[in-house]
């Protein structure tokens, strides 16, 4: 018998790979914690549930820059300990969907979907909680210093079909979403800290995407919205039409440095970022770090701090 495994992984694209592994065993994806393009495939058997416990057989998970930044802060944040792994290699956090294949847990029957945090695995044990009909809390005792955000898990066969038809797109953006909704609350409820441009650092992330489509969308905000991405990206951006804007980088002289600016950045680059402050001078009127999906051109805290912010 083999398990149908779905990876779906996205640029411009919904990708979905399937490739068939032996359903009689666990096998999990481990990432080196200090070399994250240093991985191993881990295969052991599948654990058998202790008194309260779930085994879950994960099935889909979305893969994005995110997911690369779980790993980046991994330490600072607590990634790496909802599923430890040992020595130096940690499980990459996902979001994805999990059918309970055994339970020895009063409430939660074999066959119920999941929807939630996971590793990149094909199983994995979780031990509800706080079990109600449309969730319940993983409780196992080393997960409960970490946020607790990442705790919960949607019981998805009593959610509306109107939810449960979105399951793609569920494991794929709404993590994302929901922060370009954050963004996008923080800087109304800011007034946009009166800037009359809105830049956003590797805007064709689907993060930046999100945030660029709301402002675009909303008719109180009449702030110029420029886009920051890569030569390949550009014309993808170009025909979303959500950015007034679309530079590339290490062109931002482009950028009108007359106007009072918030600048958004998803990219992680502190050479970037530095570039925009050096131009825009006092103009940049608020400067927010959300992402790093160029994390290997992060930079340390002291030289930001050379900035005049
Ligand atoms: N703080 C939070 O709570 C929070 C929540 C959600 C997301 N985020 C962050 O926001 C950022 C965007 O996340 P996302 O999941 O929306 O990203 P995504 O859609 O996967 O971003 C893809 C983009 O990353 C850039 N990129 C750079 N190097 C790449 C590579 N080697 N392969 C593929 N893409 C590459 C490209 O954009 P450009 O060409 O435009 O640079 C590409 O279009 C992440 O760093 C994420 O951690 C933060």
Redesign the pocket.
């Known amino acids: 018998m083999t398990l149908k495994y779905y990876v779906i992984y ?2 411009t694209i919904l990708l979905t790979v399937k490739k068939c592994l032996p359903m009689s065993k666990n096998i999990e994806l481990w990432v080196n914690r200090k070399d994250f393009r240093s991985t191993q495939i881990v295969t052991t058997d599948i654990p058998a549930p202790a008194s309260g416990e779930l085994v879950v057989a994960i099935d889909k998970f979305g893969l ?6 779980y790993a980046v802060s991994g330490d600072m944040i607590g990634y790496w300990g909802y599923f430890p792994a040992t020595d130096d290699w940690g499980k990459v956090c996902v979001w994805g969907c999990a059918n309970v294949i055994e339970s020895n847990c009063d409430g939660i029957a074999i066959g119920e979907r999941l929807w939630g945090f996971y590793p990149m695995a094909s199983h994995v044990l979780l031990t509800p909680g706080n079990i109600r009909t449309d969730q319940f809390t993983d409780v196992t005792s080393y997960r409960q210093t970490l946020p607790e955000l990442y705790n919960f898990y949607r019981r998805t066969d009593f959610e509306p079909d109107a939810v449960r038809q979105f399951e793609n797109e569920r494991c794929l953006l709404v ?2 979403f929901t ?1 370009s909704f954050v963004i996008y609350d923080y800087l109304l409820y800011n007034d946009l800290f009166s800037a009359d441009q809105i830049v956003i650092g ?7 995407l999100g945030l660029a489509k709301m402002l675009r969308n909303d008719p109180n905000i009449s702030a110029k919205i420029v886009g ?3 030569n ?2 550009n014309e993808f ?1 170009e025909q979303l039409a959500c950015c007034d804007q679309v530079i590339t ?1 290490g062109n931002e002289e482009e950028l009108d440095k007359s106007l009072p600016s918030a600048y958004i950045d ?3 680059n502190t050479g970037l970022t530095k570039r925009l402050h050096t131009l825009l001078g006092d103009n940049m009127v608020e400067s927010a770090m ?6 290997d051109k992060g930079g340390k805290q002291e030289t930001l701090s050379l900035i005049h912010i």
């Open positions: 996205s640029d994005t820059a995110n997911n690369v930044s993590p994302l922060t590797s805007v064709s992330s689907k993060t930046g920051i991405t890569s390949g990206n951006v980088y998803m990219s992680g959300v992402g790093a999906t160029h994390w």
